[in-house]
């Protein structure tokens, strides 16, 4: 909200000309609520809000729907924000088309590309918009899918995140990127290049940074713990699945939304380690979800399984926005 005695005629000014073409030509065809309209010399009407320019406001008085378009200096201070307020919404962010290394990549597919010390498959729908932002989401894979290939890192909830019918409902720029060696796990270089990558990703695609989401396997829950514990004010929820963190990170971590996940009977990774971050969470009181899938499930060493293939975590993760409360 526009603070009083700022320059709202600036304001109105500074949205571009195809913004208020849009608002005035292809704007609120859609009835807006009725409200109270203030003038200066303080006579009211009920009416509802049709379009503005930087200089006049046409609304439609409620009684008889007569549309009336006035100078926006003879309405109250209260009023001239108000509408500010109204068309900044509607005008949306101004349009940024993808750049840099994300230039001519979104084509419905799983792309080939690389960044700094590692290769990762970028997914981007040719249907989105320069004007519109959307979610970036960052998969992170376990021992096994390391390497130089491209290849192996693509699976499980990677592919889910890009599948039609979510897809369609959940737009959003999807990144995989493939660990050159699994002896090393996410650490080191490939860590802050994991990192790198999203902060490449916000930069050069119309992307919003209050909506960044990672999730990982195994060694990939182990990353998943170390990004937002190496930039915790990047991230707006995370899905660490059967990995584990340093409980001396918790206090850092704990305006993130996190839902983990992990099997009593993991043989590979011990549940333990999630235990423990869950514990320090509830600790300093974090954003901390918890799901244990006990020995009766038959889960081992797979959690992602009952995880990627539970809708609600999809739904959770789209509806978590950085800074929320």
């Known amino acids: 909200m526009m603070k009083p005695g700022g320059s709202i005629t600036t304001t109105l000014r500074a949205l571009s000309l195809a913004a208020l073409t849009s608002i005035l030509f292809g704007g609120p065809a859609q009835a807006d609520e009725q409200r109270t309209w203030t003038s200066a010399d303080g006579k009211t009407v009920e009416a509802e809000f049709m379009s503005a320019t930087d200089r006049h406001v046409t609304i439609r008085r409620g009684s008889d729907g007569r549309r009336f378009t006035m100078a926006l200096d003879t309405l ?27 230039a001519d990549k979104l084509n419905d597919d799983f792309e080939h590309m690389e960044f700094g010390s590692l290769k ?47 897809y369609k ?18 650490n080191g270089e490939y860590l802050d290049d994991v990192i ?42 995370a899905v660490p699945v059967c990995g584990g963190g340093s409980p001396s990170t918790a206090r850092d971590i704990k305006a993130i939304p996190i839902w983990a996940h992990h099997g009593v009977a993991d043989d590979v990774v011990p549940v333990a380690g999630t235990q423990r971050m869950v514990e320090a969470l509830e600790r300093v009181r974090g954003n901390i979800k918890y799901t244990e899938y ?10 992602w399984t009952p995880c ?18």
């Not at 990353?223 to 915790?232: E, M, V, Y």
Request: glycine residues 12%; hydrophobic residues 40%; contains cysteine.
């Open 196 to 237: 790198g990558l999203i902060e490449a990703a916000l930069e050069n695609l119309p992307a919003d940074p209050d909506r960044v989401y990672i999730t990982g396997v195994s060694m990939g829950g182990f990353g998943t713990w170390k990004a937002i514990a190496h930039s915790p004010e990047l991230f707006a929820a």
């Open 294 to 303: 006990d020995e009766a499930s038959g889960i081992k060493h797979n959690a």
């Open 169 to 186: 409902d959940n737009p959003s720029f999807i990144l995989v990127p493939q660990c050159p060696d699994d002896s090393k796990g996410w």
């Open 76 to 102: 109250s201070e209260a009023d001239r924000a108000w509408v500010a307020d109204k068309v900044a919404a509607l005008a949306g962010p101004e349009p940024k088309e993808p750049s840099g290394i994300f």
């Open 120 to 166: 990762f498959r970028f997914y981007g729908g040719k249907r989105l918009r320069a004007n519109e932002r959307y979610p970036v989401v960052v998969y992170l894979h376990g021992k096994g899918s390391g390497g130089t290939d491209n290849e192996k890192q693509l699976h499980g909830a990677a592919r889910k995140f890009a599948e039609g019918d979510f």
């Open 308 to 325: 990627y293939n539970n809708p609600e975590v999809f739904e959770w993760i789209f509806a978590q926005r950085r800074g929320a409360k």
